[in-house]
């Protein structure tokens, strides 16, 4: 069995690798690079006299004169099942099939140019299965295509139900004078067709209630399309109370959940029909129509059809619309925590590609962002998160839906921080994102608010120019500096607003080439201020930045009002007093920055601080940052430090310390860490 679900790349060459195969079930679909003719030339003999079932749907039987040509088919005189649906196969195509294939049971001409269907005739005492679906006939032989149909006795399966996006050739160059079957009609025949079990009749011509129930009722069918017609909602259908009641057979429709379930299993090639059902779904998920589906319990069944559909379409932009936002319904609050991690980044998955797919429409990018915005999917799921934090920054700079500029500012100051460093640093290189986020904080500065928006804008500022150049001067470029002096001044004493910028001019202090930027009479005497803020968070961010300055002997200090040295005396009292908080205020990426602030030569304050700030997260996380130190060989400058009998006792204890943690999670040898230096006692 060799089954090609897109063979529109295959060319002939490749269908050459067939003759090595013996092949008994054999779907090719959508082969355009070569014909159905040249497939068939490319098997082998065994094949040609084995083949039972044939899939060329959406394929081509045109030869180079643009002629139809169907000849090649009369080879497999034991084809059982033949699908040409969606082709250029017309009447003298089926003439010669039912002719030349004697074995044929099963045929689907949904959608092609047949429209005279009265050589299956020839076949009636050997047809179990015939697909017409969107076939039509002239309108003066609508009687007799359904006095050939009753003839088809050994009909165990049959469908014609209406396909709305499909008109034969024929059809539309006779105008109006083409009509799809009348089902009324053939529904009056209640005894024909005695063997039936599957009768599909989707579509929107009404149909008497009448005629239904007797043909029902004289045969056993276990399925009943009714697509697009409004007798799927009828109480025989969807009530169990009913006297009559049918619906205990598979029924597709949109009466209820399980015919629409049923649906999207049944018909993924029928774009309109899962348009609507998915419509339908939409409205069932959202508790404001009947039926409802309970969604205070995971449905991955119907997530799983939901992501199907979405993936068989992804440029059909109706579809694309209605998937998003039953996946946002069928993964909201409470449901996301049920859900097995892989089922939601399958979930992100399919709605990222929508969100880059249209970002011209505003509710689709809205139903994606309500989905993303979730803390389980953000904080434990894996997917492209780069990729994400870009549309959602693309997102923002196009619409000003304030609910949406919340949930973009959210998404990107959580993701920022996950992504690596050459991501943060592309992304934040971009004038535009930078250039939005700011205009936002300058919104929320002029009216003084601080509000969720403004916090959590503020991170992501804070997370894309961390350890990232670049994004630090696009940041100065575009006046961020004097912005961020205002937000300082107008939000005095404001924890969360004041820890953000800092942590922003941190990230601009380790970044040699742009610390002078900072050296500006407003901004020190404003950073003095912060540094003596009996909050120690506050102080904690100010003091690395004077750290930063401090140590930078190229730094002009001369036209400031506070000196350098009185920075350095400051910023040494104001760490000395400082005790371990109970929580990790900061998450460092790299230890780089740092190497400069422990060298030997340099001053005392700044050692302190930059020893204080490691202890602190060793503390607090070990397993990470005792890696990251020992990777990044930052335990040899501490060791440097402590073996340096100049060093400050102070400082020095600090080191011990921090060594230890190194030593205790195994990333140093308590060997290496006591050779060749003085231990120092701790206070």
Not at 8 to 31: A, N, P
Not at 177 to 197: E, G, S, W, Y
Not at 227 to 244: A, I
């Amino acid at each position: 069995y060799i089954k090609l679900k897109d063979a529109s790349k295959l060319s002939l060459k490749g269908l050459k690798t067939l003759r090595g195969h013996k092949i008994q079930e054999l779907e090719t679909i959508g082969l355009s690079k070569a014909t159905v003719t040249d497939l068939i030339s490319c098997l082998s003999e065994w094949s040609l006299q084995n083949l039972r079932v044939l899939n060329v749907t959406k394929s081509s039987f045109m030869d180079t004169n643009k002629f139809c040509i169907v000849v090649a088919l009369s080879k497999l005189k034991n084809l059982q099942v033949l699908n040409v649906s969606r082709t250029e196969f017309n009447k003298t195509s089926l003439e010669l099939v039912v002719e030349d294939l004697p074995c044929l049971e099963s045929i689907n001409i949904s959608c092609t140019n047949v429209t005279d269907i009265s050589a299956l005739r020839k076949c009636r005492d050997r047809l179990k299965s015939l697909s017409m679906s969107g076939i039509k006939f002239p309108k003066e032989d609508s009687d007799d295509v359904v006095d050939i149909l009753t003839d088809l006795t050994c009909l165990v399966h049959l469908d014609i139900s209406d396909n709305e996006d499909w008109d034969p050739c024929e059809a539309l160059a006779a105008g109006n004078r083409f009509a799809r079957l009348q089902v009324a009609t053939l529904l009056k025949c209640h005894d024909a067709l005695p063997n039936l079990q599957s009768l599909d009749i989707s579509g929107s011509e009404p149909i008497d209630v009448k005629d239904l129930t007797l043909f029902l009722t004289s045969h056993k069918l276990k399925f009943l399309g009714l697509v697009l017609n409004e007798m799927c909602r009828d109480p025989m259908f969807t009530d169990p109370n009913q006297s009559n009641y049918f619906g205990d057979r598979v029924i597709t429709g949109f009466g209820n959940e399980s015919q629409i379930l049923e649906l999207l299993r049944r018909y993924l090639d029928r774009p309109i029909y899962i348009t609507k059902a998915l419509y339908y779904l939409f409205k069932m998920t959202t508790n404001d129509a009947e039926p409802r589906i309970d969604n205070t319990v995971p449905r991955v069944d119907i997530i799983q059809l939901v992501l199907e559909c979405a993936r068989e379409y992804p440029n059909v932009f109706p579809i694309q619309m209605a998937a998003t936002a039953c996946l946002f319904n069928l993964s909201k609050t409470e449901l996301s925590q049920q859900l097995h991690p892989r089922i939601l980044r399958e979930i992100v998955e399919v709605d990222l590609k929508a969100m880059e797919t249209y970002p011209q429409h505003q509710q689709l990018q809205k139903n994606v962002l309500l989905t993303i915005y979730s803390y389980r999917i953000l904080q434990e799921v894996e997917f492209d998160r780069y990729r994400c934090t870009r549309l959602v920054l693309d997102c923002l700079c196009a619409w000003h839906d304030q609910y949406m500029i919340r949930m973009s500012v959210a998404i990107c100051s959580i993701l920022a921080a996950k992504i690596s460093t050459d991501e943060t640093s592309e992304l934040g290189s971009k004038e535009n994102y930078i250039r939005k986020l700011l205009s936002i904080v300058q919104e929320r500065t002029n009216d003084i608010v601080v509000d969720i928006t403004l916090k959590f804008t503020l991170s992501a500022l804070w997370n894309l120019t961390d350890d990232s150049p670049k994004p630090c001067q696009v940041f100065l470029d575009e006046n961020g500096m004097k912005l961020y002096l205002d937000v300082l001044i107008s939000f005095r004493g404001e924890l969360a607003v004041e820890t953000k910028v800092l942590g922003l001019f941190n990230n601009i202090a380790e970044v040699g080439h742009l610390r002078h930027y900072l050296m500006e009479n407003v901004f020190i005497s404003t950073l003095g201020l912060l540094l003596q803020s009996t909050n120690i968070e506050v102080s904690y961010f100010a003091a690395g930045i004077v750290a930063h300055l401090v140590s930078d002997s190229n730094l002009d200090w001369s036209k400031l009002d506070l000196r350098q040295d009185e920075m350095s005396r400051d910023l040494w009292r104001v760490v000395s007093a400082w005790r371990i908080p109970n929580e990790e205020m900061v998450a460092y990426r790299s230890f780089k920055p740092f190497f400069p602030l422990l060298q030997l030569h340099q001053e005392k304050s700044v050692q302190l601080w930059a020893v204080w700030a490691i202890h602190h997260v060793t503390s607090k996380n070990p397993s990470r940052y005792c890696k990251m130190l020992a990777k990044q060989e930052v335990h040899k400058v501490l060791l440097d430090l402590v073996r340096n009998a100049g060093t400050e006792v102070q400082i020095a204890n600090i080191c011990e310390q921090i060594l230890q943690t190194i030593v205790e999670t195994g990333h140093l040898s308590q060997q290496e860490a006591l050779t060749g230096r003085q231990v120092f006692a701790s206070c």
